[in-house]
């Protein structure tokens, strides 16, 4: 029997109470639901929030600081502080937690993404409950996943989940900012994220999200190519995770359907970290698009950064716009020598490398 496996997150602002402070009561409150979870023969992921709030608390600081070290700092107490809280609470109720901490980084290299893929697996095979959490004390903006929502959208592909729930300060979705709005609705179903869906996420700061439900569309999008899907609720609404996974209506369900994407695609689209980029011709860019051809060298009109065979490279059309994302097939070095020249050309300049693809189309993914 295969192992049935939720994503929980919760975020800052459902962790802690109306003083900024770690709710600790709240997170008994949750521990329960997910032990409540586990004699239901479910095995959870806590992707959780809060690490900074928790080191202000510990650090006896009244305000936010505005540098990184201080804040890295906080985050170094603050990630224990939350951590023993939850390891504590879990213990109370027979249950072990792990540790694991992420940056973009840890999951762009595929072969490290696939080792964290492993550790978490492997943590639920031992009846564990991984807790997880983006590595603040090093991570600087280049590395960030910005918000814990697409991380706990990551960490669901990651453990094949089938749902992940995402606990925040609102009811979910509405149809237009209720701060503005007396008419917005919550919208219960999502099947499909339409122009007219994602223009009432709102912006960072809006009513409709403690970060703004952007990044919870985002989140979405993410986890509908993978056919998982997901629900936006109110975290400190009554057994809201029991509930949301009994398939109760509570908040905003984005429905899963179909993997559009998988495995190493849906990696190469979501989590994997580019080394360098090329610059494609109109050609070249209806060949991928069109035609689900690979992309040569004779294509090729500029290349950038300093890429190796096997890591990911960010292909572009000569008017900036993304058109893909894919495995190199060559160097960049190597690329550079023979970008836009055909077959017959290739072999006087690179005969090792004539008729070879820059990506291969087995290795690409159209975005």
Sequence with gaps: MSRRTVVVKVGSSTVTGSDGRVDHAFLGVLVDQLAALRD???????????????????????????????????AAIGQVRLVETYADLAARRGITVGQVLFT???????????????????????GAIPVVNENDTTAVDEIRFGDNDYLAALVGVMVHAELVVLLTDIEGLYSADPRNDS??????RVEELTDELL???????????????ATKIEAARLLMDAGIPLVVCDGRRENVVVDAI??????????????????RKL???YAGRTAGSVVIDDGARDALCLRGGSLLPAGVIDVSGSFVVGEAVTLSSADGNVVARGIAGMSAEQLRKVKGLRSSQIAEVLPEWAGAEVVHRDHLVIV
Excluded at 44 to 58: D, N, P, R
Excluded at 116 to 122: D, F, G, P, Q, Y
């Design 40 to 74: 239901e023969g479910f095995s959870t992921v806590l992707v959780t929030s809060g690490a900074i709030a928790a080191g202000f608390e510990a650090l006896g600081l009244d305000s936010r600081p505005s540098d990184m070290p201080t804040l890295q700092a906080a």
């Design 104 to 126: 973009r980084h840890d999951v762009g290299q595929r072969q490290q993404y696939v080792n964290a893929c492993h550790t978490l697996e492997r943590l639920l095979d031992l």
């Design 183 to 188: 008419s917005a609705r919550l919208v219960e």
């Design 199 to 213: 223009a009432s996420a709102g912006g960072p700061g809006s009513a409709v999200g403690s970060g703004g439900m």
């Design 246 to 263: 009994g398939g109760k209506p509570v908040g905003t369900l984005f429905a899963g359907g179909k993997a559009a994407l998988r495995g």
């Design 267 to 269: 990696w190469l689209a």
